[in-house]
């Protein structure tokens, strides 16, 4: 088979908390619930939840084809196993070998790993829906890497993708995790929840400080799409700060756009998506 243009097949680094486990037992504390429905490692969590964000404010929806196909216990992918293999032998159809048999993978039906030796049994694979479809792929083969995912097998298994950084969290996960800090609650290491947790007050404490100056709305323009400079970084900024992040690029486009209509909603103000003196004050406050 020839390279394809999404040919990122990069080895595994195992977070330290998968080392000595055994697939598809994992304990629940290493679990956590992610949006779409299913579950993944914690590590891999939220690089997926980063990820999705990501593709989400690019206009591209990324969802697992079924709750089942995130983390999956040993016996849901034995159950799975035993649906698509057969001891029965068929000429021509791939084999597997399991508790020391042959199986035949049955007509019509898609591979699956023998139990235990899939990444799903580590909570660190995904299998995204409609993943081929030419928008999504595009924008799966642009930014994956950022997010610590690549692809195991390629081209025939465009939805399988793991997460390879184990506890080398990537930047892109990090810039989202100090917009996103995890609740005391969830699961983490302590280390992480203690740096997010830190990045959270850092976040409060700039957003304290630019009270403290006291601006006064009036003396700031009235802007909206398009425009750039320093009045919308200092837009971005605020914005950020209450909690919708706008980046920090200067740029008032879309994105910044959509973030100042959420942020006016969330004060019942005309959701107009422009800045005016009203929404201005709103973010001083
Ligand atoms: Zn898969």
Redesign the pocket.
């Known amino acids: 088979m020839g390279k394809v243009e999404w040919d990122i097949v990069v080895p595994i680094k195992l977070p330290i908390s998968l080392k000595n486990v055994e697939p598809g037992k994992l304990h629940p504390s290493l679990l956590r619930k992610i949006p779409q429905g299913g579950q993944l490692h914690y590590l891999a969590a939220d690089a997926w939840n980063a990820m999705v964000d990501a593709a989400k404010a690019d206009g591209i929806e990324l969802k697992p084809t079924s709750a089942g196909?995130t983390y999956r216990s040993y016996d849901s992918q034995k159950a799975g196993f035993l649906s698509r293999y057969q001891l029965e032998p068929i000429a021509n159809q791939s084999t597997k070998t399991f508790e020391g048999k042959t199986w035949y993978l049955k007509k019509g039906m898609a591979m699956m790993a023998t139990p235990g030796k899939s990444n799903?049994n580590l909570g660190i694979?995904v299998?995204i829906h409609s993943a081929g479809e030419n928008k999504r792929l595009k924008w799966l083969i642009a930014n994956v890497r950022k997010f610590g995912w690549s692809w195991e097998v390629v081209p025939s298994e465009p939805w399988?993708i793991r997460y390879t950084e184990g506890d080398q969290i990537p930047q892109a996960v990090k810039d989202w995790l100090v917009l996103n800090p995890k609740p005391a609650s969830m699961f983490g290491t302590p280390a992480e929840q203690k740096a997010a947790a830190e990045a959270k007050a850092a976040a409060e404490n700039v957003s304290a400080d630019a009270n403290q100056s006291k601006e006064d709305p009036s003396s700031l323009p009235v802007i909206s799409n398009p425009n750039k400079g320093k009045v919308v970084k200092k837009l971005q900024s605020l914005l950020t700060q209450k909690g919708f992040p706008a980046g920090a690029d200067g740029d008032f486009g879309p994105k910044t756009e959509a973030m100042v209509k959420k942020f006016q909603k969330s004060k019942s103000l005309p959701e107009t998506g422009e800045v005016d003196k009203a929404t201005w004050a709103a973010l001083l406050s």
């Open positions: 196909d799903h694979a299998d399988h």
